[in-house]
Structures are given as structure tokens and as C-alpha cells.
């Protein structure tokens, strides 16, 4: 008999992995206790912009022209109970308010609902990023609430999503890790993942501790490559070096590699700060906080970056912000997004709102979430009415829709000619030859 899948928690997450669970063949069941969100998820709708996705949900939610009907969902844990076999967490696990700790609130209350109603065998797996420790208590939890005891098992399988390209990730992974504890847990796993596995997907079995480090420590390397450039970019602008040539030398030692090698205003987004917070946070608690204390310089660099791209746009207009009027091009901490959950870029544009500055914001995708925070920015409809009469333009995230612009067409509606390049990512020398002062961080 095929397995059953459910899916607690419809977010980012939950309604990715539910809608790709149900392109891979199984009959899934989302749950979520939000009946708004539920509803909306059953009308083929999603809260947030993520491509592929919305089709790919209308592909197996009934009602739609063509679909499988293999999705549908539920608010009942009740209902997740007896129908599942196996049954993803994917709950948040947000930075708790003032602390560096992860919460785990949202992970122990869908662990606790679900609990009482299994009465027969299954097998729960954690996807949300939890420190590490939490998985060995959650599984004594379930094994205490449950009534079918033991014959409820946990296993937890890390997810490793990156925004823009979720739907991809999912259906064809890097790499799927999974921390088991029996090879009966193994075995469904390896059933749920049978078409990735096939397509050479490679399956990494592990113990509960090695599974929950993954992810942190995925997130804390990639954090690091970031903010490593970003020192560097530093020296180049001390030195008069060129940060994007330092890069591309470095990108051609294959033991470092080019990705994330492009220095900027820095990472923000839902995961890399808070996972690294949080994974500093777990390390003190377990005596090992010297191990990580580098973090604290990651975490430091990369938010230094934002302070900077400030400083040069006040220099930028002659030393104040008063009266000055700024365009930002951008508000999402990354493209293809329309998360501005700790975005670089709103808060440059805050800082300078709040210094006096006249901030106009545009950005292709989060203007709603972006009002939704700074209700007290100016926005606009798009980059051309961003950029009118601007003193100074900021490009700070690198939408496509940005490195199409045409500056010479762009220098007859602002009031001065300069641009701030954030990402290291426009053609500076089409924008000098247009008329305009172009400067990247980094760059001489």
C-alpha cells in the first residue's frame, strides 16, 4: 500500500514540500492551524511569492482543471492522524524576542497536538531548523504522548531550501540527510525520497545530533563566505584594491569556489541570521561557545555593511540627509522573493528615512511586506518613478529588472546624477559613460 503523507505547518516550507510530495505521487494532507491559511491553500492561493510554486499547487489541489486532486487540507490533528503514515514538521522556529535562542514553541505544540491522536504506527520527521539536542527530547515526547508509544517514531531530515528556487530544491535536492534511529525509519525515507534517490540524489543516513548540525552549519559557512568578502571589500576600499577582481582571482581555487563570493551590503532574509544566532546560542548552552565566537565576527561584519552603504549615500549628497530625496531600488533581502523578513536593503533605507532623508522605495515584487514594515517610506510603482528627482539612487538588491535599466534615459529625470551600487552587480562602466557617478562597495 502507498504511503500517506502529511504535512504540519503550510509557511515557506510546509506548502512546498506538501505540494511537491504530492507531484512525486503520494496522497498528502497539509494541516495547519490557521484557517485562513488553509482555506486560501485549498483555493490554490499562496500567502508568498515563490516561482513555480503556485502552479505546482494547482497541479494537485482538486478543483482545478487538470489536477491530480492528490492535496488537499485540513486544521484537524485529528484528521492528519488517521490518514498519514508519515508526517512532516515544518512548523517556524523563529529568533525569540531579545535573545539569540532559537524558539522552539512552534515545533513542541505541533509535536504535543499531534501526539495524543497517534494510535498506530507511524513516523513523524522534523524539516524545521531546531538546535541541535531538540530532536532526541522531541522523540522521548512523542513516545510519551502517543498511544501507540514507541511504534510512534521520529526522525528529522533538515530542509535546505534557498528562496527563489524552492520548488527545484525540493523536487530535485542536493542532498536529502536524514537522522533516524531505527532502519524501519530508513526505510520509509528512503521510500518518500525513491524519485530523487533514483535521479542519484545522494541519501546521507545519520544519528539525530548530525542531522540537526547540518543545516546550522550549512547556513554558517555560507554566512561566512558572505561576510569574508565583505571584510575583504573593506581593505580593498582602505587600499584601493578591486574587491570584484580579488573575488573572481580567489573564485578560481577550486578548494574556494565562486559562489557567494560577491560583496555587498550582506545577507539578511528568514534563516542565515537567526540560524547563526542561534547556533552561537546552542554552543554556549552545550560549553562549547568558544567554538563558534567567530560568528559573533560574521554576524558583526555583516551588519556593519548596511552602516556603510548609509554613510556613503549621505556622502553621496553632501554630508546630510536633510532634504535630500533617495531612491532605493530594491526591498527584499534577495531577488525572486518577496520576503523582506531582516532585508539588507529596508534597512539602509530606514536608516536614511530616519536621518531625514526623503526615502522612495520600488521593488518588483515586495512592495506589500515592504509598507507592511515601513509604512512611513515613500513608494513607488516603479524603478523610473522611484529614481525621479533623486538626489542619490541606491541599488540594493539585485533584481534582473535592475540591470536592464537604461541610465542615459534615467539621467534626464533625476536630480543628480549618483548611483550606489550594493551588489557589485550593475555594469558601472555603462552608467559612467551615461553621465552618471556610479561607486560599489569595494571598488575603487
Excluded at 508519515?86 to 501526539?115: I, R, W
Excluded at 567567530?294 to 554613510?311: A, K, P, Q, T, Y
Aim: proline share 5%; hydrophobic share 45%.
Amino acid at each position: 500500500m502507498a504511503l500517506k503523507i502529511t504535512v504540519i505547518g503550510t509557511g515557506y516550507l510546509g506548502a512546498t514540500h506538501a505540494a511537491a510530495m504530492a507531484d512525486m505521487g503520494f496522497e498528502v494532507l497539509g494541516m495547519d492551524v490557521v484557517p485562513e491559511k488553509v482555506a486560501a491553500l485549498s483555493r490554490g492561493e499562496i500567502p508568498i511569492y515563490e516561482p513555480g510554486l503556485e502552479e505546482l499547487l494547482r497541479r494537485h489541489v482538486a478543483g482545478f482543471e487538470g489536477s491530480t486532486g492528490r492535496l488537499r487540507f485540513t486544521t484537524s490533528y485529528e484528521e492528519v492522524a488517521a490518514f498519514g503514515d508519515v508526517h512532516f514538521v515544518c512548523v517556524n522556529t523563529p529568533q525569540k524576542h531579545g535573545e539569540y535562542a532559537c524558539d522552539m514553541s512552534y515545533v513542541d505544540s505541533a509535536v504535543a497536538g499531534l501526539a495524543p491522536h497517534l494510535t498506530r504506527p507511524a513516523l513523524v520527521v522534523g524539516k524545521s531548523t531546531v538546535p541541535v539536542g531538540s530532536a532526541a527530547r522531541l522523540a522521548e515526547m512523542l513516545a510519551e504522548l502517543a498511544p501507540a508509544g514507541r511504534d510512534a517514531e521520529l526522525a528529522w531530515n533538515p530542509e535546505f531550501l534557498r528562496e527563489g528556487f524552492a520548488v527545484e530544491d525540493t523536487l530535485h535536492p542536493d542532498r536529502i540527510v536524514t537522522g533516524v534511529t531505527s532502519a524501519h525509519a530508513e526505510k520509509l525515507l528512503r521510500e518518500v525520497y525513491a524519485a530523487p534517490i533514483a535521479e542519484g540524489t545522494p541519501f546521507i543516513v545519520t544519528d539525530f545530533p548530525t542531522a540537526e548540525l547540518v543545516k546550522s552549519a550549512a547556513n554558517s559557512f555560507l554566512a561566512t563566505k558572505i561576510s569574508f568578502i565583505n571584510a575583504m571589500a573593506e581593505v580593498c576600499e582602505a587600499a584601493g584594491g578591486d574587491v570584484v577582481r580579488l573575488a573572481e582571482a580567489l573564485g578560481h581555487d577550486d578548494r574556494i569556489g565562486r559562489k557567494f563570493l560577491r560583496a555587498g551590503i550582506g545577507f539578511g532574509g528568514g534563516c542565515l541570521p537567526k540560524d547563526i544566532r542561534a547556533f552561537m546560542a546552542r554552543a554556549g548552552e552545550l560549553g562549547a561557545d568558544q567554538a563558534l565566537t567567530f560568528l559573533r565576527e560574521v554576524d558583526s561584519i555583516n551588519m556593519r555593511r548596511r552602516g556603510h552603504m548609509v554613510e556613503l549615500a549621505r556622502e553621496a549628497v553632501g554630508g546630510v540627509f536633510l532634504g535630500k530625496r533617495v531612491a532605493v531600488l530594491g526591498a527584499t533581502f534577495k531577488p525572486d522573493s518577496d520576503d523582506v523578513r531582516d532585508s539588507p536593503a529596508l534597512n539602509v533605507a530606514g536608516q536614511i528615512h530616519l536621518q531625514g532623508g526623503q526615502v522612495t522605495v520600488y521593488d518588483p515584487r515586495g512592495m506589500e511586506n515592504a509598507r507592511r514594515v515601513f509604512p512611513t517610506l515613500g513608494y513607488a510603482e516603479s524603478a523610473v518613478d522611484a529614481i525621479r528627482g533623486a538626489d542619490v539612487v541606491l541599488h540594493l538588491t539585485e533584481w534582473a529588472e535592475f540591470r536592464e535599466l537604461d541610465p542615459v534615459a534615467l539621467g534626464e529625470v533625476t536630480a543628480g546624477r549618483h548611483i550606489l551600487d550594493g551588489r557589485n552587480a550593475l555594469d558601472g562602466e555603462v552608467w559612467r559613460r551615461a553621465g552618471w557617478t556610479y561607486r560599489a562597495l569595494g571598488r575603487p
